[in-house]
């Protein structure tokens, strides 16, 4: 599949900086202004959206997932009926969402009160805060909750106990448990009850996932958040439906600034990704306003702050902050100024200008010179940032 660079079509957009003013004046205003950021939530996505969009930042809607409810499965009431039957002794919450599906669905059969009753009598545990509200929110008190947010947690918890004869309902979470959960329970003697209430299934919007991955490629995202190990195992497959899940690995390894920043939630989350051999960025917190915060300290940690004709120039994701305004470049434009702003003042070639910036080939020096043309363009008043040095190439006459 070809992976050359987007169209350098469309002309660049000049935005007041404080046009998106944040809310928080204890926070720079628009921090993130200029950059471009992938969401792959499949849940709460408008919020997450909403939090970047208020911190100035382009956002690229693609939920890599999709939750699918069970709420009138059969293996679900089954599932519940075979907790009712009998006394439980202990009963594991994975998930919030999970744990208020299978809430909801007992009070649609009129289970409800009998459901709750039975696990108020068991000892519940909780794998991490959205769980626990969860339980907490349904009248039940949970008795442990790992900080780690691990399932590996809660059963080494469980495993400390005498199971021999013990019932455990266990509220699956998206997809069936790791066989080997189940397992070390069932050979301590325990009597195992998985409770699937929804399932994660493929994307919505396939293109729009494709696009995404494209342009990860392309590095025309500056960042891609995760709220879900799921989320992140949707991008990876597509991507190697596409031939194309190397080139994503590379750019998500690469991170900001040469790359795409990996930002996840948490460490639980973050585990294919880590498997994959890439290193993202996690909160302390595994909370959305964390994760947005996140990604509005590490992102600008990149800009290029160049000086030229007494004013400063920022180079911050595809946008140049000028005078007070936001000058939006197109992925081109944006590529080729920073490949110059990496080493300002030195000479680059055509050809080391085509290396760098038109990823995957497909393009000539003659693209370079007609690229070069528009970044002046778009530059206006500052077009002579960009020098030309006869038969050897491009220079950026700045001080850094």
Known sequence: METGPASDAGPPVAVPLDAAAEDDPAQPRVPLLGFTVGVTAARR????????????????????????????????????????AAPLDYVVATTGVGWRGWMSAADGWGLGRRLSEVCGQAVVISRGPKATGAVRASGLDESFSPRTEANDELLTWLLARDLRGRRIAVQEHGAPLDAGFIAALSERGAQVIAVPVYRWGPPENPDAVRRLIEQTVRREVQAIAFTSAPAITGLLDTAENLGLRGEVVESLRQGAGHGVLAVCVGPVCARPLEEAGVHPVCPERGRLGSLVRTITEKLPEGNRELLFGGERLVLQGSAVLIAGECVWLS???????????????????????????????????HAVEAAVARLRGALGAHAGLIRTVPRRGYRLAVAV
């Open 45 to 84: 996505r408008d919020e997450l959206v909403a939090l970047l969009k208020r911190r100035g930042a382009r956002v690229v809607e693609a939920p890599t997932v999709r939750i699918v409810p069970l709420g009138d499965d059969t293996a679900l009431r089954q599932a519940t009926m075979r907790c009712l």
């Open 331 to 365: 992925p081109i434009q944006a590529a080729l100024l920073r490949a110059l702003a990496q080493r300002p003042g030195w000479v680059l070639s055509r050809g080391e200008l085509l290396r760098r910036v038109w990823v995957g080939g497909g393009a000539d020096e």
